[in-house]
């Protein structure tokens, strides 16, 4: 591909090409010739302030659609080779073969920047941190609805009085495709077999409260229109959607932090935000998961109040 233009960030230079191909195509949303490679590279550099602190050091699963949304894209974990050496990468182990990876770490503007040239749309980032990759920074709870979002909205609020009841400090956030996402930070004490394991506890409790909206069944013509309460993704390698980046839906979504409050809003819905909105968002609200490290919290102590009350004794 020609190189159309070369932009100098963190010290280096990143190459840009083929700018006006269009990635999504026009809609309801995105007016005019629809979003293009370039409008997605100028949104992962200009949303890389607010998004970096939550994916810094954490290998990252790229999303490519080298032929635009409209065509089937594939997932990339393994750094290729031609990538440049600049790019930080961490070494990860594969289980199923035992072979060694290098995987991206997006740690910078330049390499969100190179990212998105290389037709990346979604980040999807690991729950772990390069340096200690069995040991999470966070545990989500993943809430895709089967039909209507106001069932993602209100298992939110249940999942989330559950875990501040237990000790814990939840975050949500919109995935920028049907759902929602609690986040829950952790200081890495545990170990991701712990965490799954509490994440699958938590969420049997629930689906056991609530048997006739949620369920942990895994074979989805078992649920019967309830919702899945998804634990799955809190083991080693899995991923999850980046929080601020885009998916592949027409308008070109965001997965989006949001605060509580604002969950209560009756007109939010997974796919509110997007490519073009976000930034009066931020202007006006922020971040609102700025800071959210310092909420790290041991899964010790609510491990224990998790037992006694799945046991039916008062945490």
């Known amino acids: 591909m020609p ?20 990635l999504f195509p026009e809609d309801g949303v995105t007016k005019g010739a629809g979003v293009t490679k370039g409008d997605v590279i100028e949104y992962y550099r200009r949303i890389a302030r607010v998004m970096l602190p939550h994916v810094k050091d954490h290998p990252v699963t790229m999303q490519r659609f080298t ?69 999470p920074d966070r545990m989500i709870f993943d809430l895709d609805p089967p039909g209507e979002f106001e069932v993602a909205r209100s298992t939110a609020f249940l999942v989330r009085d559950v875990l501040e009841g237990l000790g814990l ?25 712990e965490a799954r394991d509490f994440a699958k506890d938590l969420a049997d409790y629930l689906a056991g409260q609530h048997p006739d909206s949620l369920t942990t069944e895994m074979r989805k013509k078992e649920r019967e229109g309830r919702l899945f309460l998804d ?7 899995a991923t999850a959607v980046a929080p601020y980046s885009l998916r592949p839906r027409p308008g070109a979504t965001v997965a989006t932090p949001l605060t509580w409050d604002e969950l209560k809003d009756p007109d939010l819905r997974s796919n509110t935000y997007n490519l073009r909105n976000i930034w ?16 790290a919290r041991s899964l010790r102590v609510p491990r224990e109040k998790l037992d006694k009350l799945t046991s039916g004794r008062t945490p």
């Open 3 to 22: 190189v159309e233009r070369v932009e100098k960030l963190n010290g280096h230079e990143v190459e840009l090409s083929s700018l006006d191909k269009v």
């Open 67 to 135: 032929g635009g949304i409209g065509e089937p894209g594939f997932y990339h974990k393994e750094m290729p080779d031609y990538f440049p050496d600049w790019i930080e990468t961490a070494k990860v182990e594969v289980l199923e073969s035992g072979e060694i990876q290098d995987q991206v770490l997006p740690n910078n503007e330049a390499t969100l920047v190179y990212l998105a040239n290389q037709y990346t749309v979604t980040m999807h980032i690991w729950l772990s941190r390069a340096d200690d990759l069995w040991h």
């Open 169 to 193: 400090a939840p975050f949500v956030m919109t995935t920028g495709s049907r759902g929602l996402h609690v986040t829950v930070p952790l200081d890495r004490s545990a170990h991701f077999d």
């Open 231 to 237: 634990y799955v993704r809190n083991g080693y390698a």
């Open 280 to 295: 009066d968002r931020l202007d006006k609200v922020g971040d609102p998961w700025r800071g959210m490290a310092k909420h």
